[in-house]
């Protein structure tokens, strides 16, 4: 069964503006997530946050654990789930705040399936602007339609999801050992020391 975005979620809200520009400051009260914070496979970069002092009351601008937050601005148009984060932590105006029915959906499948190839493309036809920035309309965002099996499914999509994004980080450290190893051996032979005393140049 297919239902719209706008009937999965029980609030919707732009994120924090500042009105000036915000300044990064150690003795901060609350905590602003930009659009350098979030990644692709769903997650916040927590060590990124930027601490500072609001300008103007934070309160309707904090997110709570389980929102899911969507890059309105920006080439990617993508989602992410709040999870594990301080209770003074701000959204900026980059990114829609919403709080999913997780009587019908999940956060994490939802932000899921807005992160998919069909979802981005159907943002991409309905967004303003060009080059690097472009920005989807609310009504185009809302009227989304996403297709919501029941909630066991979505945790098994969930955990599929992950097994797969952590098959990717290890594959690519995986790569990047070997390309050390295969640098390291080169260099090795570049200099007449191939580790085998029976060939060593040296």
Known sequence: ???????LVKRMQMGYQSRQAVKADAGGTHWLIQMRDLQEDGTLRRES?????P??????????????LF????????AGVVRGLDDCTLAANHFYILRPDTGRVLPEYLAWYI??????RYFQKGAHGSGNVTVVPRA???SLEIPVPPLAVQEHIIALDRLQWREQEVTTLLQKKRAQWLHALSLRAAKGRSGNKETDLS
């Open 1 to 7: 069964m297919k239902w719209t975005l706008k009937q």
């Open 49 to 53: 946050l930027t601490r500072f002092v």
């Open 55 to 68: 300008d103007r009351t934070p309160d309707p601008y904090i997110v709570r654990e389980g929102d899911v």
């Open 71 to 78: 890059q309105v601005r920006g080439w990617n148009h993508w």
């Open 115 to 120: 992160n998919q190839t069909e979802a981005q």
């Open 140 to 142: 185009i965002f809302e």
